[in-house]
């Protein structure tokens, strides 16, 4: 394998991540935001799952293969993604529900309309 | 016994669990009852651990133990700091139970256990971030306690504040924790370890003599960025003023008295563990970070905090000034510092959950957290008005409270201009505190003019209770007495910081032992401290017309923006900041 393909999944994903702060930054809109901030979350996916990544490497899944006859992708890392997908959940369905009170009390999805704390 | 110690996470989420689950049929009374006693029971657990603590114990959950040197359980560190903090965090959030005890009122009628739940879920979470040996579940634990503290600060929904500042409070955090991720995945990928002992072993095997390289440094910023944005270190900040202003008062507590801290301790933790060896962070690019970012962070949130005039907000940039000396007393990286920085956070956690307790008072009596509104109306709070008093005293290190220890031990091991930073820290930011109880339970001096500044103000905030009350309840002033009691008991029990001070350094600082005791330095240097508090505020008071902020203030304010966009680019500068502060060990590595 070339030495672009090793590295290009963590640029991959340092592009991603910057790519939602980038949107987080400039949003106009909180759910684009709370958008933005999953999108950050997705890079630490993909930095993760090419942590373990074996060249040939087949799923860590031993029904039908004799342990040690092939080459496994890490399956610590995927166990770490699902954890990071499930926290990914709880804060985003949190986030989205204070969104939506947002909506309710200051009538605005826009955050440069939001005034009340400052100084 | 330390088989004992995951018991510590998993018994206040048995009890949250129960809670939300039979909270519908319980009367209010029961719910908030389980929820202390659940509390309690783990309190007591955590200090009968910390009393056998020594020496420091670990524990692999479930049985899974390590074999042939490999492990894949979760590992569970038993030692002083970490049981202290679970214990401080055990207490702590009894406290404010104790505190909300009957007189919080909470919008989702018909469940009474939902807030004593989550109260329960922050408590075992933050015991379990505490406890972590491995990056990995000290990231879980972290992502827990955020959002856990997002829903509490955010628990009032009808407020718009309320809701507004724990948005901002969870983009941000959350950013941050997935920062950390980010850096804990490539630390994984160097030493294909988890544990933060192996991992440090990993990349001292891993640089072999070469020093660390850019993997490891950009690393250490990720993991840094996560937890400074917790410990709300400038430029991560600028979270905290928003959710502390916002959220309801025994939440106030925990956050300003133990959460911030955690950060602190996470980087302390983090960095002896995993960056300390030849393959991590040289020692002096780490102090040069900290000290640093310390010393803005202190310098920041005393001029900020002086220039407020909501109550909570500004005992919110006490907290950033106070965090920021206790990195600096961290980043030193003495055994003196260490000692210093956990008995000034032990202190501190007592007088700032106390002083916000008074706060919460007001907010419950008058409906505002306003010092110019409430100029000379909070007279008859007498209980409550000495007990603020007190609070600012010992905010500003008057020996003999444990502020004044801690303090006095950090200014020791720092030495030099830094001493200067926390004389002057400590005693601007409880000279506000101290120029509040003059105004609001004195009267004294003119009321301040109101002007059109850019500011919050905290006039006409809804109280926590149903209605605002004619009397302030036993609970609500009890609390806060206990809690200055405390602080107090910490610096005058005799050998209290001996102990701290030999917990901590059996824990880390290379087995070197240091001595924690008051000295006629330290005792002078926490008099000078108060003495200038008392002229700030009595100077303050007594000058009448004084425009609310000079211009120079005006800049400085308006990065306080309430708005997340600007947040999160101050976190990504915060990052390249730090980088660059790191940046030298790495290139002459």
Same mark, same amino acid.
């Given at each position: 394998m070339s030495a672009l393909m090793q590295v290009l999944p963590y640029l991959i994903a340092a592009y991603v991540f910057l790519t939602g702060c980038y949107g987080l930054a400039t949003s106009r809109n909180l759910i684009h935001a709370v958008g933005c901030l999953s999108v950050c979350q997705v890079s630490t996916y993909i930095l993760l799952l090419a942590v373990g990544y074996r060249s040939g490497g087949t799923a860590p899944v031993?029904?039908?293969?004799?342990?040690?006859?092939?080459p496994l992708v890490d399956p610590v890392v995927q166990a770490l993604t699902l954890t990071d997908i499930v926290v990914g959940a709880t804060v985003t369905a949190l986030l989205l529900a204070l969104v939506l009170q947002i909506v309710k009390r200051h009538g605005t999805l826009d955050p440069d309309e939001l005034r009340e704390l400052r100084g | 016994m330390h088989h004992l110690l995951p018991l510590l996470v998993a018994v206040p989420l048995l009890g949250a669990a129960l809670l939300a689950a039979a909270g519908r049929r319980l009367p209010r009374p029961a719910a908030e009852l389980t929820g202390l006693l659940v509390c309690a029971a783990t309190a007591a657990l955590a200090l009968v651990l910390l009393l056998n603590s020594s020496p420091p114990v670990v524990e692999w959950a479930g049985g899974w133990v390590p074999v042939g040197g490999e492990s894949v359980g979760i590992e569970v560190i038993g030692d002083g700091p970490s049981l202290g903090m679970a214990t401080l965090v055990s207490l702590l959030t009894l406290s404010a139970l104790a505190y909300s005890w009957r007189y919080f009122d909470e919008p989702p009628r018909g469940h009474a256990g939902s807030f004593p739940a989550l109260m329960l879920v922050f408590q075992g979470a933050m015991c379990g971030f505490a406890l972590a040996g491995d990056l990995f579940n000290a990231f879980v634990f972290f992502e827990l306690m955020s959002v856990v503290a997002y829903a509490l600060t955010g628990?009032?929904?009808?407020?718009?504040?309320?809701?507004?500042?724990?948005?901002?409070?969870?983009?941000?955090?959350?950013?941050?924790?997935?920062?950390?991720?980010?850096?804990?995945?490539?630390?994984?990928a160097r030493t294909g370890e988890l544990s933060m002992s192996k991992i440090g072993r990993g990349l001292d095997t891993a640089a072999g003599h070469g020093g660390p390289d850019a993997l490891v440094l950009a690393a250490f910023v990720l993991v840094l960025t996560g937890l400074l944005v917790k410990a709300a270190t400038v430029p991560f900040h600028f979270w905290l003023p928003d959710a502390h202003a916002v959220a309801p008062t025994p939440v106030c507590m925990l956050l300003s008295g133990v959460m911030v801290e955690l950060g602190v301790y996470g980087v302390w933790r983090v960095y002896g563990t995993v960056f300390a060896g030849p393959g991590g962070i040289p020692a002096a690019d780490l102090t040069r970070a900290l000290v640093t970012l310390g010393v803005l962070t202190a310098v920041t949130g005393a001029v900020m905090c002086w220039y407020q005039r909501h109550i909570k907000r500004l005992l919110a940039f006490s907290t950033i000034a106070?965090?920021?000396?206790?990195?600096?007393?961290?980043?030193?990286?003495?055994?003196?510092?260490?000692?210093?920085?956990?008995?000034?956070?032990?202190?501190?956690?007592?007088?700032?959950?106390?002083?916000?307790?008074?706060?919460?008072?007001? %907010?419950?009596?008058?409906?505002?957290?306003? +010092?110019?509104?409430?100029?000379?109306?909070?007279?008859?709070?007498?209980?409550?008005?000495?007990?603020?008093?007190?609070?600012? %005293?010992?905010?500003?290190?008057?020996?003999?409270?444990?502020?004044?220890?801690?303090?006095?031990?950090?200014? +020791?091991?720092?030495g030099g201009p830094l001493t200067v930073v926390y004389v002057l820290a400590s005693a601007v930011t409880a000279g506000a505190v101290l120029r509040v109880a003059a105004r609001v339970f004195l009267g004294l001096g003119p009321p301040p003019e109101d002007t059109d500044a850019y500011e919050t103000s905290g006039s006409a905030e809804r109280p926590e209770t149903s209605g605002l009350l004619r009397r302030v309840p036993d609970t609500m002033t009890t609390v806060p007495?206990?809690? %200055?009691?405390?602080?107090?008991?910490?610096?005058?029990?005799?050998?209290?910081?001996d102990l701290v001070a030999r917990s901590v350094n059996e824990a880390g600082s290379g087995g070197a032992r240091a001595s924690a005791a008051w000295t006629l330095h330290g005792v002078l240097l926490g008099l000078v401290s108060a003495a200038l508090a008392v002229a700030l505020a009595t100077a303050a008071v007594t000058r009448s017309h004084r425009p609310s902020a000079p211009a120079w203030m005006t800049p400085l304010r308006r990065l306080q923006s309430g708005h997340v966009g600007d947040y999160v680019a101050w976190l990504l500068l915060g990052s390249t900041l730090l980088a660059a502060l790191a940046l030298p060990g790495v290139l002459g590595g």
């Open positions: 031993f029904s039908d293969i004799k342990p040690g006859t092939r | 628990f009032r929904i009808d407020e718009a504040k309320a809701v507004q500042g724990a948005l901002t409070f969870g983009v941000v955090n959350s950013l941050g924790a997935y920062a950390m991720l980010t850096g804990i995945g490539l630390l994984y106070h965090t920021g000396l206790f990195l600096v007393a961290v980043g030193v990286l003495t055994p003196e510092g260490d000692d210093g920085a956990a008995l000034y956070i032990l202190g501190h956690a007592g007088v700032k959950a106390a002083l916000f307790a008074c706060a919460g008072a007001l %907010l419950d009596r008058f409906g505002s957290v306003d +010092e110019h509104e409430l100029h000379g109306r909070a007279r008859e709070l007498r209980a409550t008005g000495v007990l603020f008093a007190v609070g600012g %005293l010992a905010l500003a290190g008057l020996p003999p409270f444990g502020t004044g220890l801690g303090k006095a031990v950090s200014e +020791e091991a720092v007495a206990v809690l %200055l009691a405390a602080a107090l008991a910490m610096g005058t029990v005799p050998g209290f910081g």
